[in-house]
């Protein structure tokens, strides 16, 4: 009996020292869980005020740009919405100031889009790796370093594009309307105007930035044969190329606010589509932020982003601000 006891009483020992390795391996790991879980929380949480003080940062700066965007687009919009092209070559004819009022906001416009680029490749140095350091990282740095790219081709679109074009049509205008109606000493001065203003033609005929534009002078079913002239160092079709070119000089030479009422339609198209970029950098921001601060597991960045665009949030399209 003493012997059964005894066995029994080394049982519970061994029972009771098994169980407390058991607890103590246990409560190490749940320690050690929680301790690492702590550290992910922190880093989420830093990486969260982050993107937070980069989407102030940027929110600020949409706001500046948005009043000059809205001024534009207001301007061209609203004769165009009453009589199309007319209505806009309507106002162009009947106030001077007009023009002028669209260019200064315009040079406005991509001054301030040239900051927001630059504040968001300021802030990309101190974003990106803290975003990185993240589980999902990869995506959440893919996603804002897009949006970011695509800022920039909105700038050279602007830059580059129509309101550039804006400015050859005037400068083009001014040599077809001297070289139609100018008065010369002689020949030589007039071929020599002509040859200015055939030089100012062709540089927008052949622009790959204006292409949209030059559409409108093509006529209809040939828009794919004078595409190919593109990039050639040589003319492809000498015919076509010509009654381009003199739809060109003609609507210069007579009906100049028509094609500059066109250009202003199209200059408001790129106003607007970079007015919803930077919005859509500012909606996907707020999305990275969001799913940093969930506690929902497997919160999909892609879903929070439509989220934030959609008119519950921030309209992306629909609201200007």
Known sequence: MEQLQFGVDIATSLAIIGAFFSWSIDNHRQRRLAREIGINDQARAIAANKVQDTTWDLSKRFIALVEHATKIETRIDRPYARDGRDGVARRIEADDAYLQDINFHLHALKEELSLFYEACHTHKYVLFPVLKSLPEGESLVASVSKDFTDIGDCYNELSSGYSSLFKEIEQAGR?????EYGVFDDEDQREAARKKMLQSIQSILFDEDYVEFVEFLIPDGREDDFRREYGSSDIQDAELCAQVAGNLHRQLA???????????????????????????????????????????????????????????????KEQIR
């Open 175 to 179: 040599l077809a309307q001297e070289a």
């Open 254 to 316: 007579e009906n100049l606010s028509q094609l500059q009422s066109l250009c202003l339609v199209l200059v408001s198209r790129s106003v607007m589509k970079a007015r919803i970029e930077c919005k859509e950098v500012l909606c996907s921001l707020s999305a990275v932020a969001s799913v940093l601060l969930s506690k929902q597991e497997g919160t999909s960045l892609a879903a929070e982003i439509e989220i934030f665009k959609s008119d519950d949030y921030y309209g992306l």
